[in-house]
């Protein structure tokens, strides 16, 4: 494993969770809330074995699949514990497929989701939709979805707030000097303690992570790891606009990238239905 993880503050939370009696968190905590199903719910047999071995190559994504991984990220590095942090979680993510995304313009299954993050996310490759890496991949994240209603996918407009401010790159150099190089390198490239923000290693342009707003929502409520929170909107967006301002791998399928021309205003790139941004 590359990345050893730093102490995780929520101890105590998770030990709620574990004794299958999950307190409310206190108000100030609730960002890094963890979340769904106790562990002592994954049933015993073949069928908790998949929910484990899926839940493992979500944690230890590149050395499980190297052909699928051209990164030095794993799943978890942006779903934090397991994919039940508030924040990016997978809690219910099972009951949500299929779902319609404009990125897309189809109907997506919850295995074509998950290898767009393989393709973008991770500057990687698809997995076989009827393998078994996906099939316990899908076991994970239907356990996590235990008791979630099946549901459409409720329209969310989480990243609107970010519109009304303008970002300030200049200004989120400094903010990444002071409270990101420590962990993350002061070349982006990554440290024994953090992944790569930009650099070859790092995620392509057509991940959801390079959109300005959907990073800054990310670091608002994540980053830095030790002290989440602490950053002003303001500040967790110049972040992120200076992140997303530096090199990273490119991804040629982009512009293909909403072919009903709406893309969200943050997207840098230009597609074939919108050839001018
Ligand atoms: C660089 C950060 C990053 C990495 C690494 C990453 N993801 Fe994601 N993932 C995202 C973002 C951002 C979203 C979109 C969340 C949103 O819509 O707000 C997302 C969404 C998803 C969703 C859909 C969630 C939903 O609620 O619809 C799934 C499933 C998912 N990722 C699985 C994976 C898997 C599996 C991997 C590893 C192969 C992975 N992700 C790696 C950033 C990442
Ligand atoms: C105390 C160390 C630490 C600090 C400080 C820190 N991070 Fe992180 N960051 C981490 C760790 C650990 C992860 C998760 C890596 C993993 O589990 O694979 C992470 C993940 C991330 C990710 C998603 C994964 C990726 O590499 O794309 C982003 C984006 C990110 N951090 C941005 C920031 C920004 C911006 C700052 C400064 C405001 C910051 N971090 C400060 C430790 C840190």
Known sequence: MG????????ALATLALACGRPTPPPATLTATALRGPADSLIPSGPLGASIRRGRALLAATRDSLPGHVGNKLRCVSCHLDDGRRQSGSWVGVFARYPQYRPRSATVETIEYR????????MNGTALASDGAEMRDIVAYLWFLSRDVPVAPAQPSNRLAKWGG????TAAGARVYAAGCAKCHGSDGGGTAVATPLWGPHSYNIGAGMARVRTAAAFVSENMPFDQPGSLSDQEALNVAAFVNA??????PDKIHDWPNG??????????????HR
């Open 3 to 10: 990345f050893p993880r730093p102490v995780r503050p929520l």
């Open 114 to 121: 998950v290898n767009d993050c393989f393709r973008r996310s």
């Open 165 to 168: 401010l303008t970002p300030d």
């Open 246 to 251: 530096q090199p990273r791998p490119d991804y």
């Open 262 to 275: 709406d893309p969200p205003p943050d997207v840098a790139y230009p597609t074939h239905a919108t050839p």
